[in-house]
Each structure stands twice: as structure tokens, then as C-alpha cells.
């Protein structure tokens, strides 16, 4: 498996992979599914172009043998810290130790960019999810967010929504 920025090519690609881990049945797949909370998508290629183009930000993609794009990770520098987010893998290849992966050159990006801390949001309801960051050392802040629940960018909340933020120090 190959670890590389994504380009403005990969937009298509991405956000179909990422909607398709999150949102509507392809997710149930997985174990990284949000269609119980949400509906509508989970990424738009707008967003994407946004965080490509970015000048702080990047999505690291992971290609298979044949150069399919099968995962991929979401980093933006805030200072000395490094946001993660929409760490996803295609939910047939889910339980492989991909994320794993992901998350290790996440943490090697973050080096390389001098940040000392890494941290990101995720879903209150997310237990198991918010449990397997834990595992691979990250915190739980227990400090809560707000989930933007009137836009519809961010899909379409069944209830009312909240994000805890998660770090590690590096």
C-alpha cells in the first residue's frame, strides 16, 4: 500500500469513497457507518477541492496494488497542531489495519510539520470509534462541540448532534 497527497484528480474518487463509508447502506458494510445518526452525504467535491487546494491542509490517500484510491485521511495545520479528520477506508476493507496505517503517517506528517499535538472530532455516539482512537493513544478531552446541525454540507443530523474532541501529543 502506497501513502501520497491526493490531487485535484482524485476529487471524484475521494468523495465517493468517503460517502460511501459514512452515509446510506454501502456504510453499513463497515463499522465506521454514521447513516443511523445522519442522512444526506458526508463530503461534497467542493470540500474536497477546498482542502487539496488548501494552504495548510491536505488529504493523504492510500492506493492499492492496482492504484485505487481504498482510504484516506484529512489533515489541516492550526499552528503547532494538526487536525485530523474524515480518516476513512473503504468499509470492504475495514478491520485490515489500514487505519492504522493512516494514522501513523498522519502522525509522521505532523513531525515533519512541527506540531506537537494532533486532535480531531468525532460524533458523541461514536463509542466504539471514539474507543479504537483511544487505543491508538489518543485522549478523550471529554470538551464537546456543537455538530452544524442546519447545513446540509455536513448531511442530514436524525437528532441532535455533538462532536467530543480527541488529541495526542507527538
Given at each position: 500500500?502506497?501513502?501520497l497527497?491526493?490531487?485535484?484528480?482524485?476529487?471524484?474518487?475521494?468523495?465517493?469513497?468517503?460517502?460511501?463509508?459514512?452515509?446510506?447502506?454501502?456504510?453499513r458494510?463497515?463499522?465506521?457507518?454514521?447513516?443511523?445518526f445522519l442522512?444526506?452525504?458526508?463530503?461534497?467535491?467542493?470540500?474536497?477541492?477546498?482542502?487539496?487546494?488548501?494552504k495548510?491542509?491536505?488529504?493523504l490517500?492510500?492506493?492499492?496494488?492496482q492504484?485505487?484510491?481504498?482510504?484516506?485521511?484529512h489533515?489541516?495545520k492550526?499552528?503547532s497542531?494538526?487536525?485530523?479528520?474524515m480518516l476513512?477506508?473503504s468499509?470492504?476493507?475495514?478491520?485490515?489495519?489500514?487505519?492504522?496505517?493512516?494514522?501513523?503517517?498522519?502522525?509522521?506528517?505532523?513531525?515533519?510539520?512541527?506540531?506537537?499535538?494532533?486532535?480531531?472530532t468525532?460524533?458523541?455516539?461514536?463509542?466504539?470509534?471514539?474507543?479504537?482512537?483511544?487505543?491508538?493513544?489518543?485522549?478523550?478531552?471529554?470538551?464537546?462541540?456543537?455538530?452544524?446541525?442546519?447545513?446540509?454540507?455536513?448531511?442530514?443530523?436524525?437528532?441532535?448532534?455533538?462532536f467530543?474532541?480527541?488529541?495526542?501529543?507527538c
Amino acid at each position: 500500500m502506497l501513502i501520497l497527497p491526493a490531487i485535484l484528480p482524485d476529487v471524484a474518487a475521494l468523495e465517493a469513497l468517503v460517502n460511501s463509508a459514512y452515509r446510506g447502506e454501502s456504510s453499513r458494510k463497515g463499522w465506521t457507518t454514521e447513516a443511523d445518526f445522519l442522512d444526506g452525504i458526508r463530503v461534497d467535491a467542493e470540500r474536497l477541492t477546498e482542502i487539496i487546494q488548501g494552504k495548510d491542509s491536505q488529504i493523504l490517500k492510500a492506493l492499492d496494488a492496482q492504484n485505487n484510491i481504498i482510504a484516506c485521511v484529512h489533515l489541516e495545520k492550526h499552528g503547532s497542531k494538526l487536525y485530523l479528520g474524515m480518516l476513512t477506508v473503504s468499509p470492504t476493507l475495514q478491520n485490515k489495519g489500514i487505519g492504522k496505517l493512516l494514522i501513523a503517517a498522519a502522525e509522521r506528517e505532523a513531525k515533519k510539520l512541527n506540531c506537537n499535538t494532533i486532535y480531531m472530532t468525532v460524533l458523541t455516539e461514536r463509542d466504539e470509534l471514539i474507543a479504537w482512537y483511544e487505543r491508538h493513544g489518543y485522549l478523550n478531552t471529554k470538551e464537546i462541540k456543537p455538530f452544524p446541525m442546519d447545513n446540509p454540507r455536513f448531511g442530514l443530523p436524525k437528532k441532535k448532534l455533538e462532536f467530543v474532541v480527541l488529541k495526542k501529543w507527538c
